[in-house]
């Protein structure tokens, strides 16, 4: 037999033996007896049940089912040929007298399995069990080759037998396909049996994804691969191909099976997700060109505006007003609302100024165009800054702004700038909604993070509102009479700074008692 030898071979575990079911019809009690003596002596397992006669035989065989009969060929009311129709493929032994070997051969070609010939001696009893154990080796192996055969004929995936060799160009033929190959393809069996898979192959079947299946066949490994074949209509599908060696006991490749896979749908399937994906990276990239854009156009003269508006506030508030002579209340009207119209413009500007900003910030974010610092953090210090900057707005508010960390460090390696940025914003944002109370900050190791709290003794938010109170342009002010101003952008980008850091963010809240901002940082990120 053809084939390479491999290493590794499994073997299969066998469970321990059973005893057999033995049906023996003789009309002879002496040979009856020979034979159970035969069992007992050579303590062989046999679960074995004995009748005299043709009718007997029939009458068990209808109602119980035994791994094998022997049966002596001339009984008292019939032949063994009598009882061949009721067998169901169960193997059967015929034991002839002398000068009835010729029967015994048209037996067997009838279906018989096997024949042995009745010595006065009965030495035939000393080769019985061997051709017992045969008979139900061969049965059972039938059984489980036709078993496999209905399965692999019945499978959802088609299934190829391809012989072991050659290696060489044509390839190797087909020596077995089933009814799914032949549904997948459109080919029958006679189209394909004694051909090869080259039959499949079109312009665009992979020639990389080919190499890779015969290099799999030079080195006797299992491949998988996932392919363009053709149909016999000459339409393309892709397949799912995995293709094993089968070896025989002693470790020789002697087929090789090929289980395919139509997966054109998951195909497609793929394919339009990743032009979605392609459109929304597409589509992403240009919105934050657009922002960008237009942000980097509005800011040039928006800087403009607000430098003018700052000289202008300036100089009226310290040359004009001074010198400025009063006449009547008409003038101190008008000088006052030119005062708070610059005042106006001066914080609308501003408000303008930090839209612009963000939304430059985010734009770079979400485009991936950041430059992220890696350097050493300690969060307290990055805190302390923040509130730093912050305390004259809450001086002015009256409220308080106080720390509960203690003097603990917390170091991690992130982008300082940006951590900064996340604790202004979620201070600030306590800040514009706590009108009495005040806010409080605090830092704590929980297991392998550093979490930091941010609470304060506001408003509070709507329970509705808090599964998306991250999301750009979300204002939680929409849901209130009186209004705070902001961009609605400082919270999301807080959550794509902390998830830059491998972090999470999220927020808690009764409405009228106030709120918490909490995000963990892992400590070493």
């Not at 509005?298 to 202008?312: A, M, N, Y």
């Amino acid at each position: 037999m053809s084939g390479n030898k491999i290493s590794g071979r499994r073997t299969l575990q066998h469970a321990p033996k059973q005893f057999d079911r033995v049906l023996l019809i003789e009309d002879d009690k002496i040979d009856q007896m020979a034979f159970s003596r035969l069992v007992t002596i050579e303590g062989l397992k046999y679960d074995y049940k004995m009748v005299m006669s043709v009718t007997e035989a029939k009458q068990v065989l209808r109602v119980s089912r035994f791994d094998v009969i022997i049966s002596d060929y001339m009984l008292g009311d019939g032949t063994a040929l009598d009882i061949m129709d009721l067998t169901n493929g169960t193997p059967l032994i015929i034991i002839t007298g002398m000068g009835n070997e010729e029967v015994a051969i048209l037996a067997i070609r009838g279906g018989a399995y096997d024949y042995m010939v009745k010595d006065h001696e009965r030495n035939y009893l000393k080769l019985l069990p061997v051709s017992i154990e045969n008979a139900i080796e061969h049965y059972r192996a039938e059984k489980r080759l036709r078993l496999l055969e209905e399965a692999m004929m019945n499978a959802n995936d088609a299934i190829i037998i391809l012989e072991a060799e050659p290696t060489n160009l044509p390839g190797r033929r087909v020596l077995f396909v089933n009814e799914a190959f032949s549904q997948m393809t459109g080919y029958e069996n006679d189209e394909i049996i004694g051909k090869t898979l080259n039959i499949l192959q079109g312009p665009e079947t992979n020639k990389v994804v080919l190499e890779k299946i015969r290099q799999g066949f030079d080195q006797r490994i299992p491949t998988r691969a996932e392919i363009i074949n053709y149909k016999k209509d000459g339409s393309p599908f892709w397949v799912e191909s995995n293709i094993v060696p089968f070896s025989n006991d002693k470790g020789w490749t002697v087929h090789w099976v090929s289980i395919q896979r139509d997966i054109t749908e998951r195909k497609l399937i793929e394919e339009a997700i990743q032009k979605a994906k392609d459109a929304a990276v597409e589509a992403s990239q240009a919105k934050s060109e657009f922002l960008s854009t237009v942000s980097h156009e509005l800011r040039t003269p928006l800087t403009s505006i607000l430098g003018f508006v700052s000289v202008t506030k300036k100089k009226f508030e310290e040359i004009i007003i001074p010198d400025l002579k009063i006449s009547s209340k008409k003038v101190e009207k008008t000088v006052n609302q030119v005062k708070g119209n610059l005042d106006i413009m001066y914080c609308e500007s501003m408000r303008l100024t930090a839209l612009i900003n963000d939304v430059l910030d985010l734009a770079k974010i979400e485009a991936g165009s950041v430059e992220w610092k890696h350097e050493t953090v300690e969060l307290s210090e990055v805190f302390n800054t923040a509130s730093e900057a912050l305390s004259t707005l809450f001086d002015s508010k009256g409220i308080y702004l106080k720390s509960e960390t203690g003097r603990k460090d917390f170091f991690l390696t992130g982008d300082r700038g940006a951590l900064i940025q996340v604790a202004t914003n979620l201070l600030s944002n306590a800040l514009k909604f706590t009108d009495t109370g005040g806010v409080k900050y605090k830092i704590t190791n929980v297991e392998n993070f550093i979490e930091c709290e941010v609470e304060d003794t506001g408003i509070g938010i709507p329970s509705d509102m808090l599964i998306n109170i991250f999301e750009k342009f979300k204002q939680i002010g929409d849901t209130l009479t009186s209004k705070p101003k902001g961009t609605g952008l400082g919270l999301s980008i807080s959550k794509e700074i902390i998830k830059h850091h491998n972090g999470s963010i999220w927020a808690e809240s009764i409405l009228g008692k106030g709120s918490k901002f909490i995000f963990r940082l892992p400590k070493n990120n």
